[in-house]
């Protein structure tokens, strides 16, 4: 049968999406961005990352789930000074995926996951997994990709900080394509750093912040990519791989009960959030 | 390769995404004009995948874009459109109109910001023309650049009149002879051949019929599922590698004749014809 050995979503006929659905396949919208990534990453690199370690997924578990064509452009008004960055407004970018992943619940798909490859997206991608789960009978969650097994990948690296066109997505885009990477033009570099926050908010300091780079780096890099490998690349994604292959299994089980009103007297219905 | 089939070798100097930041700095001043393929995911009868719209919009614009390498810029396409009225058939995703609109300006405001001067739109979806007429004017008011839109079969009404054996007017409109001809033409392993089949199902009528070549004089668009089982409107059993070859070979020949007018399109500055000093705008808004 087609639908059970097809990952891609758009490579079905509707005839053939009818057997997927019956099959109850986990179906995964990538998301990422058009961005700056340092002197030696190309723009593509959120969504050339996400949706490749989308279609690997894919490809070992063909059986279980269909990935969507991945969103190109996020939230990035903060990166408009470096030549090339797409910005999408927060609130266009929630209307346009909800209104992707409502249309998957739709036609009966009760699971439905966002896979993140650009941090800005974050809180948007929480949002919109939210408000999918929240109007229509399926359940849907949101992570970013880098933030699976990331403690058994963390001692793989040598640098400290890990943000952006770093250690960490250069050694995967160097694994996935290395001929598209400068490694001469990479360089390390940081942002200005405070006691509670700092200018690219990163995950040791508890104040969240988020300054335009055109006022801290020349670079656009937020990290050290001279210490990346295609090695290092291949083990993340085997560690990658291996917690994303769990975590399905998980969520194909998830269950859905159903909801208990615990009102005493009947709740208003015809409220129109 | 990614989903659209991005990446072909990765040295393209045609793809906007295999710039960094500091090679793209330069690349405004070359003079390109922007593409950005817009499609769908969508039904297309029983023959044809999901994919058709965004597989068929893109493959016009990088087959443009190698035969004018120096002259163009292909942006990442957007995968998703208009089409509510599809989604009786399984597999259709739907955003909506407003928030479609709102996502492609966003998109060429960016790359307006950047310095480039002349954005086309290249649709291949139908139901998205009238909105991305809307995000191409709201570019044109709201940046300096000039953006303009259009569906890739526009180009070639004349061959199609030419060449089409379906009824004329009202049966070349979706999954049909067509878009079949382009895709059996451009993939046919993907062409699930033993499954086409012709359906032609509207209520008879002088003024309102659907076509992609020749649209009836009145616009309407009732639920896809009213008029079709299948999901085809049109006949796609006539559709051969040869009328499909014919197509996409004067398609991208005239995107690129198209592409050397725009970029030299002259533009004249706007004048304020107001004897006075005008005040404000209000927030004027498109």
């Known amino acids: 049968m087609k639908a059970k050995e097809t990952y891609l979503y758009n490579k079905l006929t509707w005839p053939e999406m009818n057997d997927a659905i019956e099959l109850e396949k986990v179906v995964i919208l990538p998301t990422g961005s058009t961005e700056q990534h340092g002197r030696h990453m190309p723009l593509d690199v959120d969504l050339f990352l996400v949706e490749s370690v989308c279609h690997e997924l894919g490809r070992r578990a063909p059986d279980k789930v269909l990935v969507l064509p991945g969103i190109p ?96 997505e250069t050694s995967l885009y160097l694994h996935f394509a290395k001929e598209r990477v400068q490694m001469d033009q990479a360089a390390p570099d940081n942002d200005r750093m405070g006691r509670y926050m700092t200018s690219d908010s990163v995950s040791s300091r508890p104040v969240r912040f988020n300054d335009f780079w055109g006022r801290w780096t020349k670079t656009g890099v937020h990290g050290d990519p001279t210490k990346a490998s295609g090695a290092k690349g291949k083990q993340i994604l085997e560690i990658v791989m291996k917690h994303m292959l769990a975590w399905l299994d998980e969520y194909r089980t998830w269950p859905i009960e159903a909801r208990q009103d615990q009102h005493r007297l009947p709740v208003q219905r015809e409220i129109r959030w | 390769m990614n989903s ?209 070549v020749d649209g009836a004089p009145l616009q309407m668009m009732d639920w896809w599922s009213s008029f079709s089982r299948t999901g085809v409107v049109g006949d796609p059993t006539l559709a051969t590698r040869e009328k499909g070859k014919q197509m996409f070979e004067t398609v991208v020949e005239r995107m690129v004749e198209l592409v050397r007018e725009f970029q030299d399109r002259p533009r004249a500055p706007r004048q304020d014809m107001h004897a006075e000093k005008v005040v404000g705008d209000f927030g004027l808004k498109p």
């Not at chain 1, 969650?141 to 880098?146: I, L, N, S, V």
């Not at chain 2, 443009?64 to 120096?70: F, I």
């Open chain 2, 4 to 212: 659209h089939g991005m990446h072909e070798t990765g040295d393209e100097p045609y793809f906007y995404s295999n710039y960094t930041w500091k090679e793209l700095r330069e690349v405004p001043a070359q003079r390109r004009v922007v593409l950005l393929p817009v499609g769908s995911t969508e039904d297309h009868g029983h023959h044809l995948p999901l994919d058709t719209d965004n597989y068929l919009a893109w493959t016009v614009c990088v087959e443009t874009a190698k035969r004018a390498p120096d002259e163009v810029l292909v942006m990442p396409l957007i995968p998703y459109g208009y089409n509510l009225h599809h989604i009786d058939f399984p597999g259709t995703i739907c955003v909506g109109a407003e928030h479609f609109v709102n996502y492609v300006a966003d998109v060429c405001k960016s790359i307006a910001y950047h310095g480039f001067k002349r954005i086309l739109i290249v649709d291949g979806h139908g139901s998205n023309v009238p909105l991305l007429d809307m995000a191409a004017r709201r570019v044109i008011l709201e940046t300096d650049a000039l953006c303009a839109s259009f569906i890739y079969t526009n180009l070639i009404k004349d061959v199609c009149r030419r060449i089409r054996e379906s009824a004329h007017p009202g049966g070349m409109a979706h999954a049909c002879e067509l878009e079949t001809s382009l895709f059996l033409y451009l993939d046919e392993r993907r062409v699930r051949k033993a499954q086409i089949q012709k359906e032609v199902n509207l209520p008879p009528s002088k003024y309102i019929w659907l076509d992609l």
């Open chain 1, 73 to 168: 452009y996020g939230l990035n008004m903060h990166h408009l000074d470096f030549p090339g960055t797409i910005h999408i407004q927060p609130e266009h970018f929630i209307n346009f995926c909800v209104d992707v992943t409502k249309s998957v619940a739709y036609h009966g798909f009760k699971r439905i996951a966002l896979v993140n490859g650009h941090g800005s997206n974050g809180p948007m991608v929480d949002l919109i997994a939210r408000r999918t789960l929240l109007e229509t009978p399926s359940i849907c969650c949101a992570f970013g990709y880098f933030g699976m097994g990331w403690v058994e990948v963390l001692p793989l690296l040598e640098s400290e900080i890990h943000a952006h066109a770093d250690e960490f």
